[in-house]
């Protein structure tokens, strides 16, 4: 697969995005079944791995670590830090912590969880503003002093706390949402990380699977699974959004491809330092997603799927008002 930079940090054009196999989308997958899931993606050519401590909470970088400790030296793992024990994203409050002393301390408990000696990217979840994004970032500097860490990142950062932040500690990478149908980063993110040199890491590439063509408005969701809760999600939702299915669609018949295949080479084709990183557990959905990175959208192509975008209106908050508070800062 081709690579690109994040900072200074080459990765696969693609990643793997691993919550959704033990966390957020419904039961657990099959742990021996996910770890050769992710061997298969590194054979595959895929090099760039994403999780974090509360996924399960635990599981999935144990998971990770499992599964990726016989190619070590091939990947880059990233892990995350910024809850509180225990707590979720979605749970009531904040759920926050970013105190030095807590980061230091999820630092030692992901490497061991991950089996490794150095956690390549490490990523503040969400910004807490209870902890000044200074100390955040000079706690992660110590721990790149002590080689703990590799590199720095932010999820879900504004581009104030982003310029903030790198004057402490320069920061690799920026983590948030980013789709067809959720362009926030566009107005202030990205012209930021593109003055600063920090790379960008899309996730929910494929808007949680809608942008698949795979959903309608007869679509349920399982125990778990906290699609059930988006507002995004609703029946309602999901048929007016419909439009953005059709339009992936248009152009992937096209090009003999996929919608998925077209929302994630369009993402692509926005800055050379993007790096989307969908998540599967299935082998075939990882092929097709891996497949979207030799696909090669032509000025016309991006140019026709921005003029229909613009007509098409989103309809659902991305969250709930609680959970949208914690991604406005």
């Excluded at 149908?181 to 593109?194: K, S």
């Excluded at 669609?249 to 369009?266: D, H, M, N, S, Y």
């Amino acid at each position: 697969m081709q690579t690109r930079r994040l900072g200074n940090l080459e990765v696969s054009a693609i990643g793997l995005g691993c919550m959704g196999m033990s966390h957020g989308y419904g039961p657990p997958a099959d742990r021996r079944a996910m770890i050769s899931l992710l061997r298969t993606a590194v054979d595959r050519g895929v090099t760039f791995f994403d999780t974090a401590e509360v996924y399960g909470p635990f599981t999935n970088e144990e998971l990770v670590g499992e599964a990726l400790a016989p190619v070590r030296e091939r990947v880059v793992i990233a892990t995350k830090f910024g809850f509180k024990p225990g707590a979720a994203p979605g749970a009531r409050g904040s759920g926050l912590d970013s105190r030095p002393e807590h980061i230091k301390e999820v630092a030692e408990a992901s490497l061991r969880r991950l089996k490794i000696d150095a956690i390549d990217l490490f990523y503040q979840h969400r910004v807490d503003l209870e902890v000044p994004i200074e100390d955040v970032a000079g706690a992660v500097k110590d721990l790149i002093a002590q080689g703990k860490v590799k590199h720095f990142g932010l999820s879900e950062a504004g581009a104030r706390t982003i310029r903030r932040a790198h004057a402490v500690q320069p920061v690799t990478a920026v983590q948030s949402e980013y789709s067809l149908w959720t362009r926030d980063p566009e107005a202030e993110v990205l012209p930021t990380l593109e003055q600063l040199g920090i790379g960008f890491v899309p996730f929910s590439p494929l808007g949680r699977g809608f942008l698949t063509g795979k959903m309608d408005a007869a679509t349920t969701f399982a125990g778990g699974d906290l699609r059930g809760i988006l507002p995004r999600f609703t029946p309602e939702a999901l048929r007016a959004n419909q439009a953005f299915v059709d339009l992936l669609g248009a152009v992937a018949a096209r090009k003999q491809a996929t919608p998925a295949q077209i929302a994630l080479a369009w993402l692509l084709a926005q800055r050379p330092w993007i790096v989307p990183i969908p998540g599967t557990t299935r082998a075939t959905r990882l092929e097709e997603n891996i497949a979207a990175a030799a696909i090669a959208l032509a000025p016309e192509d991006l140019r026709e799927i921005d003029d229909a975008a613009a007509q098409l209106t989103v309809h659902g908050a991305r969250y709930s008002e609680d959970l949208q508070r914690l991604s406005d800062r």
